[in-house]
């Protein structure tokens, strides 16, 4: 998202017109390239080789990474096991909460499980969204079962069966995800409250590659606050994973069992009526694979096309980072090594996977109205309230708005491109949300209908940065005051000619019209 005119940044200068190559890349003199051949897991496995942990199983890992839950900060001495309790970052391999996990689990000779606990709904999440996150899992359960680490999928939300799991298993200490949202938050406190008072509970933000409590240890106004705070951290922290290992201390319970995925399937409760979306195929190795179509053929236009939905030129990797199927981490050290081929490309792309992101994590952590009008800068607040009773020139209700049945062509394609594939453009994101703030009866409506629609239909949704992206465009976050205007008061505005202006809006408009005149 744009911070003001000046930040805009320049064109790349590297665009380049030939095709993309399949197997050479030339290479700069500082930048060593390499080509991934036809196994990705097997070409990112040899990376992870150079990180190797020595014979007695110590490996580089930077201890920030790791905040304590409980009061107790050492583990029981009759501690018979390790869980990492896996909910946002939903891989095995380049991952600091597993690596963690398995460090302590190897000081104290003991097993090592993964646990995730499936809740039978999620916020607005839909099969959509749950259908990806169980395709990603299976691979999951098959990537620990290689490792000899048993992979268990407890049914219900944690605090229910992740403290009877603890105690049946005589776990003493907890590996968490970090996920900076309600739900989560309220889910670690619950479940820690419920375990044995010997156990340690701990979390790891395996998520980001700077930890969010090191970024930064309060609310960041804007991208130029938390900036230097990352880049200046990124050389401690921007650094290569060691492989999981083959886990040395069998898990003495011969009940483990292979999931049973139907019973999983038929344990959610979910709204099955939005299709999932053909073009992403879950799971860590689909998403490095998108990863390196993106390094092979959309990085070297990502500096220049970016901002316009007509070209390809994305990474469209958010739902395999918003699931965690990879790391965020992994992705900035291969796209890092394009950085004397197409500079630009990487800075710009850098800038957008650290910085915005991690900015979006840090908002939702350090302000508990991450997701309504309140968790606003006092100047938005009052402006929205200024201009709460102007006049709207259209009025839609939810209902119209979800089935993209607006006069704005381009508004209604930007919305079945989120119904039909899971993913709006990165670009059109920011109309669309604002144009809902237009056309709704006051910001409030507006911005719940646009986490709604964001929630539900987008394979990245909820994720910080949905409501990062929903707030800037409807309470300014992040963002400064522009011209006074109806309705928008001092949110910075946009419309379809501003558009016009960037891009062939006729072009994406037919794209997607066919399928809005088919269900209008
Ligand atoms: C109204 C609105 C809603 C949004 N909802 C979501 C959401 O639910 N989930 C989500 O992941 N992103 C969301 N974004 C941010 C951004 O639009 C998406 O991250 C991006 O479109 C994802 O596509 P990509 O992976 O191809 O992006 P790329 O442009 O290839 O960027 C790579 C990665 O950088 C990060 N990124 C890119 N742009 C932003 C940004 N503006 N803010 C924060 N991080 C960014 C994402 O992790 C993204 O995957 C939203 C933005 C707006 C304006």
Request: contains cysteine; hydrophobic residues 35%.
């Amino acid at each position: 998202m744009p911070e003001n005119n000046t930040a805009k940044r320049k064109a790349s200068a590297t665009k380049s017109t030939s095709p993309a190559k399949k197997t050479k890349i030339e290479v700069s003199e500082t930048d060593e390239v390499q080509i991934c051949g036809d196994n990705v897991m097997e070409f990112y496995a040899k990376k992870r080789r150079s990180a190797l942990p020595t014979s007695g199983g110590e490996f580089k890992f930077n201890k920030k990474r790791v905040r304590m839950i409980s009061k107790v900060q050492e583990l029981p001495s009759d501690c018979k096991g390790i869980v990492y309790w896996m909910f946002r970052d939903q891989r095995v391999e380049d991952n600091w909460a597993l690596l963690w996990a398995q460090r302590m689990a190897l000081k104290q000779e003991v097993p090592l499980f993964v646990t995730f606990c499936m809740p039978s709904t999620y916020l607005d999440a839909t099969v959509r969204q749950y259908r990806f996150m169980i395709e990603g899992l299976k691979q999951v359960e098959k990537d620990l079962k290689k490792l000899k680490i048993p992979f268990n999928v407890l049914l219900g939300e944690a605090p229910s069966v992740l403290p009877q799991f603890i105690k049946e298993k005589n776990i003493g200490g907890v590996v968490a995800d970090f996920l900076p949202l309600r739900k989560h938050t309220e889910w670690l406190n619950k479940v820690a409250k419920k375990l044995p008072e010997n156990v340690a509970i701990c979390q790891v933000d395996a998520h980001n590659i700077v930890p969010c409590w090191e970024a930064s240890d309060k609310l960041e106004y804007a991208a130029r606050t938390i900036r230097p705070k990352i880049t200046n951290k990124l050389t401690t922290f921007l650094t290569e994973f060691p492989p999981v290992q083959e886990h040395a201390h069998a898990v003495p319970d011969p009940a483990i069992k292979p999931v049973d995925w139907k019973k999983v399937e038929a344990f959610i409760k979910v709204d099955r009526n939005v299709s999932e979306a053909k073009w992403a195929k879950a799971g860590t190795e689909n998403g490095l694979k998108m990863l390196e179509s993106f390094v092979r053929s959309r990085l070297r236009n990502f500096g220049t096309d970016r901002n316009n939905p007509t070209k390809n030129a994305l990474s469209n990797l958010s739902p395999w980072f918003h699931t965690g199927q990879i790391s965020t981490q992994r992705a900035a050290l291969r796209v890092r090594e394009f950085r004397g081929k197409f500079s630009d490309s990487v800075a710009g792309f850098l800038e957008e996977m650290i910085v915005r992101r991690e900015l979006g994590d840090n908002f939702c952590f350090y302000n508990k109205h991450y997701d309504s009008l309140k968790g606003g800068y006092s100047w938005a607040q009052k402006t929205l309230n200024d201009h709460r009773s102007d006049k709207r020139e259209k009025v839609y209700s939810r209902e119209k708005l979800e089935e993209a049945k607006t006069h704005d062509p381009l508004w209604n394609a930007a919305q079945w491109q989120l119904v039909t594939e899971g993913k709006m453009h990165g670009f059109l994101r920011m109309y669309w949300a604002k144009k809902i703030l237009e056309w709704t009866a006051s910001p409030e409506e507006g911005l719940d209908i646009s986490i709604y629609l964001n929630d539900k239909y987008s394979l990245d949704g909820i994720d910080p940065n949905g409501y990062v992206g929903c707030m800037w465009s409807i309470v300014g976050i992040h963002d400064q005051g522009w011209r006074e205007r109806p309705v928008f008061g001092k949110i910075r505005y946009m419309n379809y000619d501003g558009c016009k202006r960037k891009f062939d809006v006729k072009a994406f408009e037919r794209k997607y019209a066919p399928f809005v005149n088919s269900q209008a």
